[in-house]
Nanobody, 127 residues
Framework: QVQLVESGGGLAQAGGSLSLSCAAS????????MGWFRQAPGKERELVAG????????YFADSVKGRFTISRDSSKNTVYLEMNSLKPEDTAVYYC????????????????????WGQGTQVTVSS
């Protein structure tokens, strides 16, 4: 049974930093590409960062480029999202998601393509 458990998040001031972690169990970690999505009230869920199976190919939404980083640690079955220079518009519920991939460099963009999801963690950035 696949289980994704997120931690981190919380409240930060604009310009501050937060870190998110997503620990996976019940998966062969190396078979999966991963993404961090977010969903603000009244908005669609969007991919903010993705990482391929190899860890070499990365995706960042334009809104977070240069501020967010994503990484994965196979020894801990964990994917991370480091968020710097936070803005109030980063406020949302953040979700990690896993997708099995044949290609070691593929990153899916659409939330519909990810079968496994964490429970979500709230990130609130105050101005």
């Amino acid at each position: 049974q696949v289980q994704l458990v997120e931690s981190g998040g919380g409240l930060a001031q604009a310009g501050g930093s937060l870190s998110l972690s997503c620990a996976a169990s019940g998966v062969t970690f190396s078979y999966y590409a991963m993404g961090w999505f977010r969903q603000a009230p009244g908005k669609e869920r969007e991919l903010v960062a993705g990482i391929s199976r190899s860890g070499i190919n990365l995706y960042f939404a334009d809104s977070v480029k240069g501020r967010f980083t994503i990484s994965r640690d196979s020894s801990k079955n964990t994917v991370y999202l480091e968020m710097n220079s936070l803005k109030p518009e980063d406020t949302a519920v953040y979700y990690c998601a896993f997708k099995p991939e044949l290609s070691i460099e593929a990153i899916a963009i659409s939330a519909n393509e990810y079968p496994y999801w964490g429970q979500g963690t709230q990130v609130t950035v105050s101005s």
